[in-house]
């Protein structure tokens, strides 16, 4: 057995509501690059990721991790920031 047939897939792409999550500013194709649209889909939280993100009109940028949920047979995108380390100054 290859190390593929031991990914359980829990969602399919076509769950993902991708327009939605584009006009926030996480694009499948750039979690696609970064190696983490697998293990998106296979719910699991993605290592941190640096986000640029537009919420509510402003502009957001945090490191986070990404978690796909199912909510009353909705799938949805958990986004959970990342508190900074301390930096000597």
């Avoid at 190390?3 to 829990?10: A, S």
């Avoid at 999550?21 to 993605?46: N, P, Q, R, S």
């Amino acid at each position: 057995m290859n190390t593929v047939d031991k990914i359980e897939i829990r969602f399919r792409e076509e769950d993902v509501n991708w327009d939605e999550l584009a006009a926030i500013g996480i694009l499948k194709d750039e979690l696609e690059e970064a190696g983490e649209l697998t293990t998106l889909l296979c719910g699991e939280k993605t290592g941190i990721l640096s986000l640029s993100l537009v919420l509510l009109g402003a502009d957001v940028v945090l490191d986070a991790t990404l978690q796909l949920v199912e909510k009353r047979g909705e799938v949805l995108l958990e986004v959970v920031g990342i508190e900074p380390a301390e930096t000597d100054r």
